[in-house]
């Protein structure tokens, strides 16, 4: 079982910054890829981010070169730089896991329990 604890999470002006991180509590969980989806109210959940555990990484076109997403040590942290902030970016955002046990990658998805993001005009 794999717990995702968020922080980072608060209310700034538009072209302000804010760094939103995730770490995950189970060190025998082989991460495959972390990332960060958002959901404003009345929209459905989408990406914003994600790593690889190769390092590799893509973004949602609307936060291209204003956000970076990277791995903490060991790979049971990331975080993600938000630079340039718009209104447009306000919403929940949420932690996602992906990985497995005993020596797999694959086969189990976690998410964490949100943390608001709200910009302000």
């Known amino acids: 079982q794999v717990q995702l604890v968020e922080s980072g999470g608060g209310l700034v002006q538009a072209g302000g910054s804010l760094r939103l991180s995730c770490a995950a509590s189970d060190n025998d969980f082989s991460t495959l890829v972390m990332g960060w989806y958002r959901q404003a109210p009345g929209k459905q959940r989408e990406l914003v981010a994600d790593?690889?555990?190769?390092?590799?990484?893509n973004y949602a076109d609307s936060v291209k070169g204003r956000f970076t997403i990277s791995w903490g040590n060991f790979k049971n942290t990331m975080y993600l730089e938000m630079n340039n902030l718009k209104s447009e970016d306000t919403a929940v955002y949420y932690c996602k896991a992906e990985g497995g046990y005993g020596g797999s990658y694959f086969g189990y998805d976690y998410w964490g329990q949100g943390t608001q993001v709200t910009v302000s005009s």
């Open positions: 790593i690889h555990h190769s390092g590799g990484t």
